[in-house]
């Protein structure tokens, strides 16, 4: 299988650059939606039942995609399954109670994966508070808390406007991420989000010039392998078979923009 390079913000700021407007890969690549997993505990279900139907905007709008354990059927190993969703996801909306910190489950297992992963700059943990708690000291008051002024939704006069302040966060932490990169290789080194679409590319920039003559699909593969270590032999670069910011680089360098303006 092909080796996907991965190098966080603090690997790579050196190497950020913005690019010209006549980059292939800013016709062919698009942003978003950003999956979103919430994590709560059950005696919370009305709170993040209410809390979905504001988020409905950022779904519409093509912002976001959410997860929650309710979408689980029977059947499924559902421990697996929670924690392949949460790995996977973009953004962890984190909603606290003093339930959620007294479950095992939720505040233990997930919440400890979850940071985990927000310091590896993965995803992004955004801690909201549901019911009042004592919460000030935990692991995640170091990050910023919604809604408004931490102030719990339940403790709102008018929860909807608790919720609104939640969806704000939530849009403009959002917002950030997918307006953070200009150019192939800055989306590559910020982050995993686009890692498949920026794969796709490869396979486009690979297939134009003679190299790759299988699907556009952003998933690595043998063909996808072999065309990379073809073009690192090429272009006389370190013969690895991983797809990292020289490569993508050097592609950008020996492909043809085309001249149709499609793909």
Same mark, same amino acid.
């Given at each position: 299988?092909?080796?996907?390079?991965?190098? /966080?913000?603090?690997?790579?700021? /050196?190497?950020?650059?913005?690019?010209?407007?006549?980059?292939?890969?800013?016709?062919?690549?698009?942003?978003?939606? $950003?999956?979103?997993?919430?994590?709560?505990?059950?005696?919370?279900?009305?709170?993040?039942?209410?809390? #979905?139907?504001?988020?409905?905007? &950022?779904?519409?709008? =093509?912002?976001?995609?959410?997860?929650?354990?309710?979408?689980?059927?029977?059947?499924?190993?559902?421990?697996?399954?929670? &924690?392949?969703?949460?790995?996977?996801?973009?953004?962890? &909306?984190?909603?606290?109670?003093? !339930?959620?910190?007294?479950?095992?489950?939720?505040?233990?297992?997930?919440?400890?994966?979850?940071?985990?992963?927000?310091? =590896?700059?993965?995803?992004?943990?955004?801690?909201?508070?549901?019911?009042?708690?004592?919460?000030?000291?935990?692991?995640?008051?170091?990050?910023?808390? $919604?809604?408004?002024?931490?102030?719990?939704?339940?403790?709102?006069?008018?929860?909807?406007?608790?919720?609104?302040?939640?969806? $704000?966060?939530?849009?403009?932490?959002?917002?950030?991420?997918?307006?953070?990169?200009?150019?192939?290789?800055?989306?590559?080194?910020? /982050?995993?989000?686009? #890692? #498949?679409?920026?794969?796709?590319?490869? =396979?486009?920039?690979?297939?134009?010039?003679?190299?790759?003559?299988?699907?556009? !699909?952003?998933?690595?593969?043998?063909?996808?392998?072999?065309?990379?270590?073809?073009?690192?032999?090429?272009?006389?670069?370190?013969?690895?078979?991983?797809?990292?910011?020289?490569?993508?680089?050097?592609? =950008?360098?020996?492909?043809?923009?085309?001249?149709?303006?499609?793909?």
């Amino acid at each position: 299988m092909a080796r996907i390079y991965h190098a /966080s913000a603090r690997d790579g700021g /050196s190497l950020r650059r913005a690019a010209g407007s006549s980059t292939v890969y800013i016709r062919i690549v698009g942003k978003g939606p $950003l999956k979103l997993f919430l994590s709560y505990a059950h005696e919370d279900r009305d709170i993040v039942t209410e809390l #979905r139907k504001h988020l409905a905007p &950022l779904r519409h709008e =093509q912002i976001v995609t959410d997860w929650y354990d309710f979408e689980l059927t029977p059947g499924h190993d559902w421990d697996r399954e929670i &924690l392949s969703q949460l790995e996977s996801s973009d953004l962890v &909306l984190v909603v606290v109670s003093a !339930d959620f910190v007294a479950s095992n489950y939720a505040y233990g297992r997930e919440l400890g994966l979850a940071l985990d992963l927000h310091d =590896q700059e993965r995803l992004r943990v955004l801690p909201v508070i549901g019911r009042n708690c004592r919460w000030q000291n935990l692991p995640f008051a170091r990050l910023e808390v $919604l809604p408004e002024g931490a102030v719990a939704i339940s403790s709102w006069e008018n929860r909807d406007d608790a919720f609104v302040s939640v969806v $704000l966060g939530v849009e403009r932490v959002a917002r950030e991420i997918l307006s953070s990169g200009h150019g192939l290789v800055d989306d590559w080194l910020t /982050s995993r989000l686009l #890692r #498949r679409r920026v794969l796709m590319a490869v =396979q486009q920039h690979l297939r134009r010039i003679g190299l790759y003559a299988g699907p556009i !699909d952003g998933i690595p593969g043998p063909a996808t392998e072999a065309a990379v270590v073809s073009f690192q032999r090429r272009a006389g670069i370190k013969v690895d078979a991983m797809i990292g910011p020289d490569v993508i680089r050097r592609l =950008q360098e020996h492909t043809p923009h085309p001249t149709n303006g499609r793909p």
